[in-house]
């Protein structure tokens, strides 16, 4: 069974084009939700298809052991596979493991000193050399411009982008399509790409505030 076997059935057809290349190397994409309104799951989806590409991933998590966040890997690909009745869910697993990198911090301790510190560890002993950066927890509200601005500079030296999670409330409200809710409106010149989930019964509506166009549900 190969990758491209699977490709067609990823979840993340919403997208005309493919989740790769909605980003360039150096950009930032955010993907906005409230509290269990699905920004992780919608992340695991958009690794998910990266893996399945071929693409290496760089699933950074804030606050969350690694034994969890692997967690969440096998709950997604088993709703997968069940929801598309594909066989040998192992195999594909085992082709694109190696593909994939956990690290985790802290949210205390997150900065992109010790981010460099240990990318620059992965890449010149050719551990891993990332091709996206998945971004999940970073406390936007309490996270400096200048942070942000440093850890773009170095996703540009290193050449891939990076999707963040982030958090809103009830009164972030999105009236106008361009219209950006805190807790990025100060820095939204610093994304490529804004989306915002909205729950819907079962499924979830993908709302673009900025970037490519979209279809509008996932």
Known sequence: ?????????????????????????????AILAGAGEGKTS??????????????NVLHICLGQPIKKVCLWYDEILHRISDQYELNNTNVMWEMILPH?????????DFSVERLEERLNDLTEQGIFFPQIVLLDGLPFDKTEQSSLIKLKTLTKEHGFPVWFTVMIHR??????????PSPISHISDLF???LKLKPAGREINV???????LDKVL
């Open 42 to 55: 919608f992340l695991m989806h958009l690794a998910l298809d990266n893996l399945l590409r071929g693409k």
């Open 100 to 108: 994939r990198f956990i690290m985790t911090f802290s949210i205390e």
């Open 192 to 194: 490529e790409v804004i």
């Open 171 to 180: 009164e972030d409200k999105v009236e106008q399509p361009d219209d950006i």
């Open 207 to 213: 709302q673009l505030i900025k970037g490519p166009k």
């Open 1 to 29: 069974m190969s990758k491209n076997n699977l490709i067609p059935t990823n979840p993340l057809k919403f997208i005309k084009e493919d989740a790769g290349h909605l980003l360039g190397d150096g950009q930032f994409g």
